[in-house]
């Protein structure tokens, strides 16, 4: 099945470790976004890619680094300098051919103890 | 990138029809609008796109004037099962995908 899938679902790290969430496509899509949703509020954007070995910062980067090496993956480090990292984070992709149509997968539950 | 402004919340009653508007003042002639829903735990999801005049599938219609300042999502029918986030999106070509805060649709019986 064509899909995109994160993991891992759920990702507990004490505080101070970096951590890698991962997040790969089978849909042959250019485009790649990262999100965060705090409990309650709407998605905020991380950082985005539009190509392989390209990628922009959204609107909460700090603490945040990505890599484009592939068209399927597009992997996001939480680092020790993002001072509120637990949240649930998406992942989603998109080819611009379909205008604004993404597909997302189904998150990661980061909590830092 | 254009501003949308949507109700923070509204509440329905199962079988009712709920129309949620989406205000974008600032939209560009390129722009497209878009709606996602959203449930709780889960990645949106794509509900309905359009740029003009009326559109039409088999979960929403989208209903946009002409000046197009504005487009109104309809639910058809709603059950509880419609209760979720509805997000409404200006995007354009090249653009990144920004979301706004949602409306939270509650449906009751």
């Known amino acids: 099945d064509g899909g995109i899938t994160q993991s891992p679902k759920y990702l507990f790290r004490k505080e101070g470790q970096n951590v890698t969430l991962s997040c790969e496509q089978n849909?042959?899509?250019?485009?790649m976004y990262w999100y965060r949703q705090d409990p309650g509020q709407g998605l905020r954007l991380i950082y985005y890619s539009q190509i392989v070995n390209d990628f922009q910062k959204g609107d909460i980067a700090e603490g945040y680094s990505v890599s484009r090496e592939k068209k399927e993956s597009f992997p996001l480090t939480v680092t020790s300098a993002q001072k509120n990292p637990t949240a649930f984070y998406l992942c989603?992709?998109?080819?611009?051919?379909?205008?604004?149509?993404?597909?997302f997968g189904q998150g990661t539950r980061l909590t830092v103890v | 990138l254009a501003k949308t402004t949507q109700p923070i919340s509204m509440d329905s009653y199962e079988g009712q029809e709920v129309n949620i508007t989406c205000s974008h003042n600032?939209?560009?002639?390129?722009?497209?609008i878009t709606w996602y829903q959203q449930f709780p735990s889960q990645g949106p999801r794509f509900i309905i796109q359009g740029y003009k005049t009326k559109v039409t599938n088999e979960v929403a219609s989208l209903f946009i004037p002409a000046d197009r300042k504005s487009s109104t999502l309809s639910l058809p029918r709603v059950s509880l099962s419609d209760t979720a986030v509805y997000y409404c999106l200006v995007w354009g070509y090249g653009n990144k995908l920004v979301f706004g805060a949602g409306t939270i649709l509650r449906v009751k019986s």
């Open positions: 600032n939209i560009a002639t390129n722009d497209y």
């Open positions: 849909l042959n899509h250019d485009a």
């Open positions: 989603a992709s998109s080819n611009p051919g379909d205008r604004a149509k993404a597909f």
